[in-house]
T-cell receptor, first 115, second 109 residues
Framework: DADVTQTPRNRITKTGKRIMLECSQT?????MYWYRQDPGLGLRLIYYSFDVKDINKGEISDGYSVSRQAQAKFSLSLESAIPNQTALYFCATSDLMREGLDEQFFGPGTRLTVL | GQNIDQPTEMTATEGAIVQINCTYQ??????LFWYQQHAGEAPTFLSYNVLDGLEEKGRFSSFLSRSKGYSYLLLKELQMKDSASYLCAAKDSNYQLIWGAGTKLIIKP
């Protein structure tokens, strides 16, 4: 079984709709992240959480919200989807190890299209 | 501003060696990461450098020069399965990763 799972894997929706993307992990990691990836651009951080009671905005949080329901679950919501939110969304987890190394483990991604 | 620069695309021959360069400008620095991403898949971790020098891991090595804001990923004995995008990411003073757009590596027989 995959350590980091995302649902749905693909979603097509219309402008103005509310969308929730879900992420679950069995790695036991405290840290979880949501990124979006667009062609020709690097991964961009939307939100991150270092534990259940900790939520932080990333580089591009406008138009998005998150919920950390448990250590293992981190959901991303688009309150009112717009076409420029069409992208590939990745959830990732990590745990701090030696000398600042916190290797991130990524889910398979959710391809979201907003019409 | 914060910025990561790496070539958009590189081509190499099976069995050869290729070096993918990355330069970074970040507010503070707390480590440099390399990830591999096959088309349509999630990124996977390759290497991490926080001190100057070379880290070797099998066919892959990564080098860091903090004074120059420079890193490279060296891939030896290239195989067709190495065809992928290679993502460079630097951790800034807030311990957040700043990602480059990735280098698409094409391996030819």
């Amino acid at each position: 079984d995959a350590d980091v799972t995302q649902t749905p894997r693909n979603r097509i929706t219309k402008t103005g709709k509310r969308i929730m993307l879900e992420c679950s992990q069995t790695k036991g990691h405290d840290r979880m992240y949501w990124y979006r990836q667009d062609p020709g651009l690097g991964l961009r951080l939307i939100y991150y959480s270092f534990d259940v009671k900790d939520i932080n905005k990333g580089e591009i949080s406008d138009g998005y919200s998150v919920s950390r329901q448990a250590q293992a679950k981190f959901s991303l919501s688009l309150e009112s989807a717009i076409p420029n939110q069409t992208a590939l969304y990745f959830c990732a987890t990590s745990d701090l190890m030696r000398e600042g190394l916190d290797e991130q483990f990524f889910g398979p991604g959710t391809r979201l299209t907003v019409l | 501003g914060q910025n990561i620069d790496q070539p958009t695309e590189m081509t190499a021959t099976e069995g050869a060696i290729v070096q993918i360069n990355c330069t970074y400008q970040t507010s503070g620095f707390n480590g440099l990461f390399w990830y591999q991403q096959h088309a349509g898949e999630a990124p996977t971790f390759l290497s991490y450098n926080v001190l100057d020098g070379l880290e070797e891991k099998g066919r892959f090595s990564s080098f860091l020069s903090r004074s120059k804001g420079y890193s490279y990923l060296l891939l030896k004995e290239l195989q067709m399965k190495d065809s992928a995008s290679y993502l460079c990411a630097a951790k800034d003073s807030n311990y957040q990763l700043i990602w480059g757009a990735g280098t698409k590596l094409i391996i030819k027989p």
